[in-house]
């Protein structure tokens, strides 16, 4: 009878920390359709692209202080569809359909909107410990690069891509969370050396969007179509984590915080999830 009071007890207090973990810590309103948040250090704010309405022109790039206290919605405007952010030195990088567009850290004056021929639909970015950029063209399959010198290349266009959305560099790898079709997207590695694509997930997922380290060997990855964020190792191993809504983009974890920031697009939301 006692093993049976600790059990159900015990029971009970899993289901309440399930329960809490699906729950946002904070709701942050004021976007539109926001798909990317990074966290710059030196300057202590997060960035947030929006994506904006169907009007060209309106997307733009939101910067948030770290507790919320200074809010610029509107920050960076005259974009027509930002996704995936970088901060490199006192320059903010954001893919825009077809440009790579860099700015000022300082000013929030754009300096460049740089062409990338062949592309279609630039979504997230990445640099390896050089300096180099990588990103994601969801449409084309493709991963382009841009050296220090600001040289782009196609770095790796291939079907078993499977509609790269985000990246993550490692020494070894690019790390890709995959669109995919039908809700099939994996998570996939690309060694660097050979340019090899590997899946690591064992069978698709979902609509793959952003993908996060979690600091021990692990990931945090999104699915965009179900709201649903997991974590994956190397070796394929999956596990659900919490469960969010529709449309959670291009994801980022501050382990030293323990938080989760999810740019909600359809709810035009940041939600904070506390990952202790």
């Given at each position: 009878m006692k093993y049976f009071i600790l059990l159900i007890i015990f029971c009970g207090m899993t289901a309440i920390g399930q329960e809490q973990n699906n729950t946002p810590e904070l709701k942050?309103?004021?976007f539109s359709h926001p798909e990317s948040v990074i966290f710059d250090e030196k300057y202590d704010y997060f960035y947030v692209s929006n994506m904006g309405g169907r009007t060209e022109g309106d997307g733009f790039i939101s910067r948030i202080s770290r507790k919320w206290q200074?809010?610029?919605?509107?920050?960076?405007?005259g974009l027509n569809d930002p996704k995936g952010l970088l901060?490199?030195?006192?320059?903010?990088?954001?893919?825009?359909?077809?440009h790579l567009i860099e700015m000022d850290l300082n000013s929030g004056e754009i300096l460049q909107r740089i062409p990338v021929e062949g592309a279609e639909s630039l979504n997230d970015l990445a640099m390896d410990e050089e300096g180099n950029i990588f990103f994601s063209d969801l449409a084309q399959s493709s991963i382009y690069r841009m050296n220090e010198e600001g040289v782009i290349e196609e770095w790796l266009n291939s079907p078993e891509l499977e509609k790269p959305n985000g990246l993550f560099v490692t020494p070894e790898y690019i790390l890709v969370a995959a669109w995919g079709d039908d809700q099939n997207g994996n998570i996939l590695k690309v060694d660097r050396s050979t340019r090899e694509i590997t899946r690591i997930s064992k069978e698709g997922?979902?609509?793959?969007?952003?993908?996060q380290s979690k600091g021990n060997g692990e990931y945090y990855v999104s699915d965009w179509a179900t709201g649903k964020i997991y974590t994956i190792d190397l070796e394929g191993n999956l596990?659900?984590?919490l469960a969010s809504e529709k449309s959670s983009g291009d994801i980022l974890y501050l382990e030293n915080d323990k938080k989760l920031y999810l740019p909600m697009n359809h709810q035009n939301e940041l939600w904070?999830?506390?990952?202790?």
């Open positions: 942050l309103p004021g200074d809010q610029e919605h509107s920050w960076i405007s901060v490199k030195g006192d320059r903010l990088y954001v893919t825009d359909i077809k997922i979902g609509n793959m969007d952003g993908i596990k659900e984590v904070i999830y506390n990952m202790n």
